[in-house]
């Protein structure tokens, strides 16, 4: 049973930084792709960013390139997220996921999830 725990959210003004933390337990980060998802209230899950699971090669979708870094560690079978100069827009529940495919950026290719964490930015 693969299990993640998210970790790492909380209050911030734009223009700063959070690092976020996903901690897998029952399958290691090198054998299924992890990738984040966010939700914003009354809105859909949509994607952040995904790393492959052999390779450690990365994409991010448009409105985070260049701002959200996306990394694992093998050893600890981690992953995660870097978000630098955060805007308002970003504030959500941020979840963790992994799939046995890599590449997807649809929330419905990942069966495994977390629980999510909470992502405040104020302006």
């Known amino acids: 049973q693969v299990q993640l725990v998210e970790s790492g959210g909380g209050l911030v003004q734009a223009g700063g930084s959070l690092r976020l933390a996903c901690a897998a337990s029952?399958?290691?980060?090198?054998?299924?792709?992890m990738a984040w998802f966010r939700q914003a209230p009354g809105k859909e899950r949509e994607f952040v960013a995904t790393?492959?699971?052999?390779?450690?090669?990365?994409f991010y979708a448009d409105s985070v390139k260049e701002r959200f870094t996306i990394s694992k560690d093998v050893a600890k079978n981690t992953v995660d997220l870097q978000m630098n100069n955060l805007k308002p827009e970003d504030t959500a529940v941020y979840y963790c996921a992994a799939s046995t495919l890599n590449y997807r950026r649809v929330a419905a290719e990942y069966p495994f999830w977390g629980q999510g964490t909470q992502v405040t930015i104020s302006s």
């Open positions: 790393i492959t699971a052999r390779n450690g090669w990365t």
């Open positions: 029952g399958a290691s980060v090198s054998v299924y792709a």
